[in-house]
């Protein structure tokens, strides 16, 4: 059984860091590309950054570039995103899952889903 679950969400002032972790279980977490998404109160769920299988290659939205940084350990069957200087507009519940294609996450394309952990950004 696949699983994803989440964790690292939490309330942080405009400015601050949180690293998100996936921990997967259940597939060959080699062999798949992660992504991360998040979904604000009101608006549709959107591909925030994903991590591809074997040289792990990266994509980000536009508006997390160059703040956002997205990694994978294999060995431990954990994907992170590491989130700087975060804004309010970061303000959603994010969400990883598999099995889906990267570049250009979208969340359609994903099979497989975690229950998510919400990232809260004052102002």
């Known amino acids: 059984e696949v699983q994803l679950v989440e964790s690292g969400g939490g309330l942080v002032q405009a400015g601050g860091s949180l690293r998100l972790s996936c921990a997967a279980s259940?597939?060959?977490?080699?062999?798949?590309?992660i992504g991360w998404f998040r979904q604000a109160p009101g608006k549709e769920r959107e591909g925030v950054s994903c991590?591809?299988?074997?040289?792990?290659?990266?994509d980000y939205t536009d508006s997390v570039k160059g703040r956002f940084t997205i990694s994978r350990d294999n060995a431990g069957n954990t994907v992170y995103l590491e989130m700087n200087n975060l804004k309010p507009e970061d303000t959603a519940t994010y969400y990883c899952?598999?099995?889906?294609?990267?570049?250009?996450?979208?969340?359609?394309?994903?099979?497989?889903w975690g229950r998510g952990t919400r990232v809260t950004v004052s102002s």
């Open positions: 259940g597939f060959t977490f080699d062999d798949y590309a």
């Open positions: 899952a598999v099995n889906g294609l990267c570049p250009r996450p979208r969340p359609y394309e994903y099979d497989y």
């Open positions: 991590i591809g299988s074997g040289d792990g290659n990266t």
